[in-house]
Every structure is written in structure tokens, then in C-alpha cells.
């Protein structure tokens, strides 16, 4: 019989930010909104690392923009959510938006949904006020993300929203870093260890 352990620390609803060790080019530097973690495994969208050379009218198979009479502009920027199904969307967006599509409920009051009608609806005007979207996501086996916390290949954070929505990609990780009163500048008097990650 098995049983789940009632002390694991959850970091559903928090940050990851890559510790200055990781050189692999898919995790350095990133930071990763974690959907879901227990015992079983983990999931995380990495929200500052947009796709390269990539948009939404080359994702869908149809012409988002003439079937919408798009009103919205500029068209939504496209991350590159991780390595695990990398031709799979993810739609993470407020709850100030009423539809019929499928959606999670997920930590600090957002949803998560793989429905590409939501994107029409975002590129017609008609979404959710904030939204992020990427393509693939980041993912753990059993106990895996607890093993590379102990070793120090990531750091956890406390969410903040609003960086998770903000355009300014490039200064998500070091402001995530910041929030933890850590500041890049002093990043090379820190002891990390030298073992990276691979989630």
C-alpha cells in the first residue's frame, strides 16, 4: 500500500529561478513557473524565454487572424515553455475571462488550458486581460526536482504575478533573483555547487 507523504513541501504556485551553475542551454538563466509538484512528479512553464522565430499563425493550422477579424495587437509573444512536449501549447491567463473551454484551476487564482480556441479569442480581442503563452513545458519524475533543490541547481521564490505576465523578458530572472535579495552583480561571490540539473 502506498502513502503520500503529508510533509512534502508542494512548490505548486512558486517560482524556480536557475541557479548561475546550470550551462545547459535550454535552463540557464531561466525562470519557471511551477503548475504542479508532489511526490509523483513536476510540472513547470518556463516564462522567460521567448520562442525563437516562432508565432501563433505558424502554431495553428488555420488563419487565426482573417477567421477573428483580429482587433488584438501586437500578436501574443510565444515562450518556449521546456523541453517535455514541445508541440503542445499552454495557455496559463486571469479568471477575468468567461468561456466553455477546458480549463484547471491552478495557484494564485489563475487557469491553465491547452484549448486553442482560447488563443482566437486573445488574438480577436476577447481573452483574458493577462495571459502567457508557451509552447512545451518543464517536467520532473518522482522525487527528481527534490534531489536537484538539494544540491542547489534551483533557488524557490514566492510568485509574483505580474512578472510572470510582464513582456520584459529579459529581466524576469534577474528580477525573480532580486526578490530574494540576491543581485546578479554579487552573483560570482556566491557558493553554488557545481552539479546542474536536468529537468
Given at each position: 500500500?502506498?502513502?503520500?507523504?503529508?510533509?512534502?513541501?508542494?512548490?505548486?504556485?512558486?517560482?524556480?529561478?536557475?541557479?548561475?551553475?546550470?550551462?545547459?542551454?535550454?535552463?540557464?538563466?531561466?525562470?519557471?513557473?511551477?503548475?504542479?509538484?508532489?511526490?509523483?512528479?513536476?510540472?513547470?512553464?518556463?516564462?522567460?524565454?521567448?520562442?525563437?522565430?516562432?508565432?501563433?499563425?505558424?502554431?495553428?493550422?488555420?488563419?487565426?487572424?482573417?477567421?477573428?477579424?483580429?482587433?488584438?495587437?501586437?500578436?501574443?509573444?510565444?515562450?518556449?515553455?521546456?523541453?517535455?512536449?514541445?508541440?503542445?501549447?499552454?495557455?496559463?491567463?486571469?479568471?477575468?475571462?468567461?468561456n466553455t473551454y477546458e480549463s484547471t484551476a491552478i495557484k494564485n487564482n489563475l487557469l491553465l488550458s491547452?484549448?486553442?480556441?482560447?488563443?482566437?479569442?486573445?488574438?480577436?480581442?476577447?481573452?483574458?486581460?493577462?495571459?502567457?503563452?508557451?509552447?512545451?513545458?518543464?517536467?520532473?519524475?518522482?522525487?527528481?526536482?527534490?534531489?536537484?533543490?538539494?544540491?542547489?541547481?534551483?533557488?524557490?521564490?514566492n510568485l509574483d504575478v505580474d512578472t510572470v505576465f510582464s513582456k520584459n523578458s529579459e529581466k524576469k530572472?534577474?528580477?525573480?533573483?532580486?526578490?530574494?535579495?540576491?543581485?546578479?552583480?554579487?552573483?560570482?561571490?556566491?557558493?553554488?555547487?557545481?552539479?546542474?540539473?536536468?529537468?
Amino acid at each position: 500500500m502506498n502513502f503520500k507523504n503529508t510533509n512534502y513541501n508542494s512548490l505548486a504556485g512558486k517560482f524556480l529561478i536557475a541557479s548561475p551553475i546550470i550551462s545547459d542551454p535550454r535552463f540557464a538563466k531561466c525562470l519557471i513557473y511551477m503548475i504542479s509538484d508532489d511526490e509523483e512528479g513536476s510540472m513547470g512553464l518556463i516564462v522567460n524565454k521567448p520562442a525563437k522565430n516562432l508565432t501563433v499563425e505558424q502554431i495553428c493550422s488555420t488563419n487565426i487572424k482573417e477567421e477573428s477579424n483580429i482587433t488584438y495587437k501586437p500578436d501574443p509573444i510565444v515562450y518556449y515553455g521546456g523541453p517535455v512536449e514541445i508541440d503542445k501549447g499552454f495557455i496559463l491567463h486571469t479568471k477575468d475571462y468567461e468561456n466553455t473551454y477546458e480549463s484547471t484551476a491552478i495557484k494564485n487564482n489563475l487557469l491553465l488550458s491547452s484549448n486553442i480556441k482560447i488563443l482566437k479569442d486573445i488574438m480577436s480581442g476577447k481573452g483574458p486581460s493577462k495571459f502567457f503563452f508557451a509552447m512545451g513545458y518543464a517536467g520532473w519524475d518522482s522525487n527528481q526536482l527534490a534531489k536537484e533543490l538539494k544540491v542547489n541547481t534551483w533557488i524557490e521564490a514566492n510568485l509574483d504575478v505580474d512578472t510572470v505576465f510582464s513582456k520584459n523578458s529579459e529581466k524576469k530572472w534577474e528580477n525573480a533573483l532580486l526578490s530574494i535579495g540576491i543581485n546578479t552583480k554579487s552573483l560570482s561571490k556566491l557558493n553554488f555547487s557545481p552539479i546542474s540539473g536536468s529537468a
